[in-house]
């Protein structure tokens, strides 16, 4: 239902905002991480040091999101900006890796219609 419902989002703002599909690359992070809760560069670094966190970026990200409350998050590879992203089940996957996304930004938020490795 929920994919249903991001579907169905995404297609009314490419309507009504026109089919500005971008490119984006950059990481799939996590909201404490992605939004400098954790962090002071939107990196894993800091709490990867700590050792609690996990071993790397993917086990950072998982962990944030599963065990602390957090969300996907996307940051540009600049690490200028962080999005939240319209359809958690659909990025939980890239977690910690860095991805090309094509899609929208609207308010802050990135509808994704395509994710790829890099």
């Not at 954790?38 to 962990?63: D, F, P, V, W």
């Not at 409350?69 to 940051?75: A, Q, R, S, Y």
Request: charged content about 25%; hydrophobic content about 35%; some cysteine.
């Amino acid at each position: 239902m929920k994919q249903l419902i991001a579907v169905s989002l995404t297609a009314f703002y490419l309507c009504a905002f026109g089919s500005s599909n971008k490119s984006f690359e950059g990481e799939i992070s996590d909201s404490q991480c992605g939004f400098n809760v954790h962090s002071l560069k939107r990196s894993h670094e800091e709490m990867i040091k700590t050792g609690y966190m996990g071993k790397n970026a993917e086990e950072c990200a998982q962990s944030c999101v599963r065990g602390r409350g957090g969300e996907f998050v996307f940051v540009t590879s600049d690490k200028k900006n962080a999005y939240k992203v319209d359809s958690q089940e659909a990025v939980g996957i890239y977690a910690g890796r860095n991805v090309r996304i094509q899609g929208i930004i609207v308010d802050g938020r990135i509808h994704i219609n395509s994710i790829k490795l890099l």
